[in-house]
């Protein structure tokens, strides 16, 4: 339009028919909890005009983010008078969500940006503060974990007391006295001997968690295409009042060492009283062991306390983030990513009332959305990668 010419150099590059310019060799930090990321990319871009008499130049391009704003920024010359570290746009990443890209990057794509008064000044005026600009894209990659002492050392320490609630068993979880006969639907109460609890605690979170981390399932715990399976330890169940009362072995640890995430749920117990519920568990992170944490809410009002074939099913029930599971997502440099009543993934409880009682096979879906928490990492990444710890390569344009 203004009869002039744009070149892009040193690492930066412009797609074919005056395409996006993607900034390549990013590097910096990125910290999941509270989304604080700060990156500095290599590459300029240089906009002339003989016609227009003008001549921009951007480098040093660089991407800060905290929460759900950010910015770009660079030094941007113009016409020979230059201006260092200046917000050329304002980012919004409200309605943003990572996604998983290749060699399990994640990335944030189309982030809404929007132009700054500085920018404005920056384009010799052409153009508004506030102007719609393109879309920006941004891939990160972890590169490492930081030089500084690591959250992952400190979970190990607080280790005497996780086991001990279930060394003090309460006398009445097997109080109810009426058992129900092998195979009929009818027994409103009786002893409970087997069955598992179905549960993935959030899609997003394991997902995050499998682009660079780890799951370890233990003590009878078992993975799952939905989740994980934890094993009956001992439960009171009573249809006619609509009461259960079950606890679950096993444990699931979730590793991410390059952002600092070492996170332990283990002893889960469900209490179920008429349309609600609570789920507890021990959670060890962020080097703190918190014992019987009410982490979820439970939504019963569409379960059924009945047995059919000797099985008490509360199948893919709805469970949402109290504020006590919101904290331990909390690390010292930020909140939690998840607030209260956050939606988590729905879960399945099978109770079995005899030995030949078969329970239903694990299957079912997440709460959909991305998000997490983590500590600081490292720099390190190449174009089109940026991390959790590293950062890299980001692409403008759309």
Known sequence: MAHGEITAGGGAKQAPDNGVFTFSGGK??????????????????????????????????????????????????????????IDLAKLDLTDVRPGQGQ????????????????????????????EVLDPATLTVKTGGPVPSPTPTDKPTKPTPTPTKPTSKPKPTPTKPTSKPSSGTGGAVGGKVVGGKLSWGLKESFRRYISTGGSVQASGGAKKTSAGYDFPHAKA?????????????????????????????FSDLKVRARGKTGTLTADVKAQGRTSNDVKFATLDLSRASYKAKGDVVLLSKVPTRLTAAGAEQFESEAAGSPYKKGEKLDPMTVALTLSAGAKVPSSSGGGSGDAGAAGGGGAAGGDDGAAGGGSVGGGSVGG
């Not at 704003?69 to 941007?76: L, S």
């Not at 794509?109 to 503060?129: H, R, S, V, W």
């Not at 009171?236 to 332990?264: C, E, P």
């Open 28 to 85: 910096g930090t990125y910290e999941l909890t509270g989304h604080v990321l700060k990156a500095a990319f290599k590459g300029d871009v240089r906009f002339t005009s003989t016609a227009h008499k003008f001549d921009i130049r951007i480098a040093d391009v660089k991407v800060h983010t905290k929460g759900k704003t950010g910015a770009i920024q660079a030094d941007v010359t113009l016409n020979g008078a230059k201006q260092n570290d």
């Open 236 to 264: 009171a169940w009573n249809a006619g009042a609509k009461k259960i009362d079950a606890s679950f072995g096993g444990s699931v640890r979730f590793l991410y060492k390059g952002h600092g995430i070492d996170m332990k």
């Open 103 to 130: 060699g399990g990057a994640m990335t944030f794509k189309d982030i809404p940006t929007t132009l700054t008064a500085k920018g404005a000044k920056a384009f010799n005026g052409m153009y508004q503060e506030g």
